[in-house]
């Protein structure tokens, strides 16, 4: 037995070492040969990556053949018709390609962010309009159902436009492709799901304090007085003369402010006060 293992041992080390077989490519390694990334690709190219130059591939510079290695991981295209020429002619590869020369490639991620794009665009003060979507996505996608558009969709765009107009992200935002008017014709005729009854009688007063910004996406100020000039608010009865104050202090005055000036409650107090 031990003479068979010795045999085995013998002829691997007649054989020689054992081959290592393909090498991960490295961007780090060639960058650290002084070699410039125009060295083998196309930075001029038109929309799209930049396309490798080498007529002949690496052979070109390895006169005796590259050695086997493996491809890059593959990485998500931005989803836009990216200018290279426009951006390769001003900036570093390196100011985009920020993860390449240290082969930090993770598969499936996107070249650049969305988010990326907007701030350096942000920091060179470089306008993005926000309305030529064909311009960068090759299409215009204002005629598109976008996919979050499904079937219950009416059933839960208040919702969904709530968060999507205050975060204001690029491609979600709601005032992309719906001005302000595409709501109140709409709701002029179809009132939202929650106005009912009970709405008008007791909840809306409670709802516009916890979120004004959403009652002005239809309403403006002047409604709510014109309204309450001849209708009391329901809360305005009984002893409210007397806890007015404390009603005004804990709200720090933005709801009577919508309907009353600071120097009507001076007026009054003043009278108040005199012997």
Do not use: Y
Not at 28 to 50: F, I, K, R, W, Y
Not at 134 to 144: I, P, S, T, Y
Not at 150 to 162: F, K, N, V
């Amino acid at each position: 037995m031990v003479t068979a293992q010795l045999a085995i041992v013998a002829l691997l080390v007649a054989a020689g070492p054992t081959p290592r077989g393909p090498v991960d490519f490295s961007h780090q390694h060639h960058l650290g040969l002084g070699l410039e990334c125009t060295a083998c690709h196309d930075a001029a190219s038109g929309p799209g990556v930049p396309q490798l130059k080498l007529e002949n591939g690496c052979i070109e510079c390895h006169d005796n053949g590259a050695p086997e290695h493996r491809p890059l991981p593959k990485i998500r295209k931005l989803d836009v018709v990216f200018p290279h020429r426009e951006h390769a002619e001003k900036f570093a590869c390196t100011t985009c390609h920020s993860s390449i020369p240290d082969d930090k490639i993770t598969e499936g991620e996107p070249v650049l962010t969305n988010a990326r794009c907007f701030s350096c665009h942000e920091e060179k003060k470089v306008g993005v309009s926000t309305t030529a979507c064909a311009r960068c996505h090759g299409e215009n996608r204002k005629v598109l159902r976008p996919a979050s558009h499904g079937p219950d969709w009416r059933s839960t765009h208040g919702a969904q436009a709530a968060w999507n107009v205050s975060d204001g992200a690029h491609g979600q935002d709601c005032r992309q492709c719906h001005s302000k008017s595409s709501c109140t014709e709409c709701h002029d005729q179809l009132a939202p799901r929650d106005h009912t009854g009970l709405w008008r009688q007791q909840a809306h007063g409670i709802a516009a304090q916890w979120d004004r910004d959403r009652c002005k996406t239809c309403h403006e100020t002047s409604t709510c007085v014109r309204c309450h000039q001849t209708t009391e608010p329901a809360n305005h009865a009984g002893p409210w003369l007397h806890i007015h104050g404390l009603a005004a202090g804990a709200r720090v005055s933005e709801s009577c402010s919508a309907c009353h000036q600071p120097n009507w409650c001076a007026a009054c107090h003043n009278t108040l006060l005199r012997p």
